[in-house]
């Protein structure tokens, strides 16, 4: 198993990766490997955090199969009264492992190598949104408990899917503040017909409702439901 940065020859196996681990996860079909296609010319995208990991293959001509990637995106937190300013920040997602490869803690070594990259990087806090079961094992925590609130919910609330980790401790001492998701992650939500131009140059997939999905259809913002 290799951890490395992402290559433009790797693109859309990739998009095609990240397309097989996100189908009919979330919603009916799947929105993030357009967002990551998109995402790689987005000012806020940082190149030294686009890793992929790959395994030995016999069955791939390079030798190599690419089973993981994650990449990670600039992100603000913005002060609350009486404070005014910004703190910097990043997120990371989507974080993509291959459905054969699944559960067999691939997701999390691919995460730690690169929430110590980050650190390494002088990026002193990670919001995101995701699962607290699993990603507590990476060191994340509520992130109303750091007083870090969630743009899309009361600040009183504890938000179970938003979660945060100072990778350098105590750099959020003294401070209380509001999380916008980056507005790149919304861009197949703002174009939809450039996403289905995109996405019908793979192969058809069938999409399927299914239980613990957030919306029935993948072009629509779950944060506006």
């Given at each position: 198993?290799?951890?490395?940065?992402?290559?433009?020859?790797?693109?859309?196996?990739?998009?095609?990766?990240?397309?097989?681990?996100?189908?009919?996860?979330?919603?009916?079909?799947?929105?993030?490997?357009?967002?990551?296609?998109?995402?790689?010319?987005?000012?806020?995208?940082?190149?030294?955090?686009?890793?992929?990991?790959?395994?030995?293959?016999?069955?791939?001509?390079?030798?190599?199969?690419?089973?993981?990637?994650?990449?990670?995106?600039?992100?603000?937190?913005?002060?609350?009264?009486?404070?005014?300013?910004?703190?910097?920040?990043?997120?990371?997602?989507p974080?993509?492992?291959?459905?054969d490869?699944?559960?067999?803690?691939?997701?999390?070594?691919?995460?730690?190598?690169?929430?110590?990259?980050?650190?390494?990087?002088?990026?002193?806090?990670?919001?995101?949104?995701?699962?607290?079961?699993?990603?507590?094992?990476?060191?994340?925590?509520?992130?109303?408990s750091?007083?870090?609130?969630?743009?899309a919910?009361p600040?009183?609330?504890?938000?179970?899917?938003?979660?945060?980790?100072?990778?350098?401790?105590?750099?959020?001492?003294?401070?209380?503040g509001?999380?916008?998701?980056?507005?790149?992650?919304?861009?197949a939500?703002?174009?939809?017909?450039?996403?289905?131009?995109?996405?019908?140059?793979?192969?058809?997939?069938?999409?399927?409702?299914?239980?613990?999905?957030?919306?029935?259809?993948?072009?629509?913002?779950?944060?506006?439901?």
């Amino acid at each position: 198993m290799n951890i490395r940065l992402e290559q433009p020859k790797d693109y859309r196996e990739v998009e095609n990766l990240t397309r097989e681990a996100f189908w009919n996860v979330y919603a009916p079909g799947c929105v993030e490997h357009y967002v990551l296609n998109q995402y790689r010319s987005n000012p806020d995208f940082i190149p030294e955090l686009d890793f992929v990991m790959e395994v030995d293959s016999t069955s791939s001509p390079t030798g190599k199969q690419i089973i993981g990637h994650v990449m990670f995106s600039r992100a603000k937190i913005i002060l609350d009264s009486p404070l005014s300013g910004e703190v910097e920040g990043a997120t990371f997602g989507p974080i993509s492992i291959h459905p054969d490869y699944k559960r067999k803690g691939y997701g999390l070594k691919l995460l730690q190598f690169s929430l110590e990259k980050a650190k390494a990087m002088g990026i002193g806090v990670i919001c995101m949104e995701g699962n607290i079961d699993f990603y507590k094992h990476a060191g994340f925590v509520f992130a109303s408990s750091l007083n870090i609130h969630y743009h899309a919910e009361p600040k009183e609330a504890e938000v179970p899917y938003f979660l945060a980790q100072e990778l350098i401790p105590g750099y959020l001492n003294g401070i209380e503040g509001t999380y916008h998701t980056p507005k790149g992650y919304y861009v197949a939500f703002e174009n939809r017909e450039a996403f289905e131009a995109y996405e019908a140059t793979f192969p058809k997939k069938e999409k399927k409702q299914q239980e613990g999905q957030l919306v029935n259809d993948c072009t629509i913002n779950p944060n506006e439901q």
